[in-house]
């Protein structure tokens, strides 16, 4: 193990590191703990300029009721969830099946539209807003949750196709000939025989696309206007500006818009990790 | 008794499946890519020619719109400002890899809840960058930000870095650089993990330790986490977006546009809807990332070939 195990280390080095360990981290969420601390304040606080003391009266309830019951929030985060689970689902049916292909059939195109898909994942946001936004319109579906699940679908299958594909790649190839031997038709190896396998890839998708297509705001602000259809990180600019100047509603709705991601983080942690550290390791 | 070998009749989809089925296993995926990513980035070439209000009827310019942006280049005017910008951001962006690995360093022990340090640790990456945008706005904030409260502790300050045209960039990317240093610091982590004891126990039996073990042994091991910490941190600085737009909105006098904000306040914003004169400022981004993008899928190709 590199550096040196503490634990070889004098008793000493010991004891500053597990001492440095809090304060580095203190140090490194500072910011985010302000926030957290703004969020409880009572709104007094901040006209006296009582910015960093303690709370001269402990206001979290209030703050976050006043979000959660007398703003748009509740309704933003709605929107939100009903954004990114459609498009959670329809990118790992997609990619499972574009990775199926490129991973286990040997023909000529093959790497070249793998190539595409992950050329296509890297581009700028910017050199297709113009005619997604005109696709959108046309469609009918500008300001619709749908037109921005559509989008992040195809957009998102780029990513998870590399995801999938290099998945597959690794399963044990005897599996699918000895399969096809078997005379079974290619649809139930993959419905049967690869699906099965891949439950670890989908997890880790699963959670590292929600986490994408929940923390996204350039395609919010391109292809939804209001209240009705955008995203908590779109609706925060709304938000902000209803309670403009009173911190401690803006740092509790932040918070709140922050959280489900991080709820899925902790809950999914280990296929979190493994699907962002993909090709990390050989 | 000779028995006739009659072939199975077989329909053609039998006999071709394997031929067949992975274009119908590649067809909804490959459909949506092509309609929403391959076919707009020709169109958007193709409207980089035209001018055109978003409503009207498009005009064919030629070459036009990049005859302007030139003479905005050399008249040092927004679109040069953004490409200074976004050369900034790709080099300062940069940090977090060396700064991950300090923490990953920092972090790979097994004391006592570590675990929990590490997730900890990791949490700004989780955070949308729209809310490490607002938290960081606070954070400059002049009257109340935690930044010139430490400052004042050395009676420095009071210092208005989003106000200000000389810091706003740096200000902005400092904030950019917090959840990217997590990400790189995760994959780190995760070389680290693999990395070969043995390898490390000779090194040590050579005399070999701290900087010199980390750059002749750990190093070239964790090289596969460097390359993809590259290339999201080069994709990732070259897509800031977000964190300008909250923080500064491109402000002050435009001093923090980078191409990608430039491209959208020219194309979708109340200075007007000029969509083909932002199709060419996008072309350009999407130019500068192609280098990057060859770079990376002839690393892949390589790869894949196995030399």
Known sequence: MFPKPIEKQPRAAQISYQAMLPLALLLWLGPLLAVALFSVKPAADFTSANYWGLPSSFEGAHNYGQVFFNSDMPRYLLNSFLITVPTVIGCVALSSMTGFALGIYKFRSNIWIFFMFVAGNFVPFQILMVPVRDLTLELGLYNTKTGLVLFHIAFQTGFCTLFMRNFIRA???????????????????FWYVVLPLMKPAIAALSVLIFTFIWNDYFWAVVLTQGAESQPVTAGITSFNAQFRAAYQLMSAGSIVAALPPVAMFFLMQKHFIAGLTLGAVK | MSAVDVPEQESWFHRNQQRIAPWLFLAPGLLFFMVYVIVPVFQSFNLSLYEWDGLGAAEYVGLRNYEDLYWEFYDRDAFYISLKNNLIWLLLYLAAIPAGLFIALFLNQTVWGIRLYKSLFFFPF??????VGLVFTWFYDPTFGLLNEF???????????LGDERFVTYGIIFAGLWPQTAYCMILYLTGLNAVDPEQIEAGRLDGAKGLRMLWHIILPQLRPATFIAFVVTIIGALRSFDLISIMTQGGPFGS????????????????????????????????????????????????????
């Open chain 2, 256 to 307: 923090s546009r980078v191409l990608a904000y430039y491209m959208f306040e020219v194309a979708l914003s109340e200075y007007g809807f000029r969509m083909g004169y932002g199709a060419a400022i996008a072309v350009i981004l999407f130019l500068i990332m192609l280098c990057f993008i060859a770079y990376f899928l002839r690393s892949m190709y390589r790869e894949e070939r196995g030399y």
């Open chain 2, 151 to 161: 400052l004042g502790i050395f009676g420095l300050g009071p210092l208005n870095v």
């Open chain 2, 126 to 131: 989780v955070i949308s960058q729209v809310v």
């Open chain 1, 171 to 189: 399963l044990p190839f005897e599996l699918i000939e000895a399969a096809r031997v078997e005379g079974i038709s290619e649809w139930r190896i």
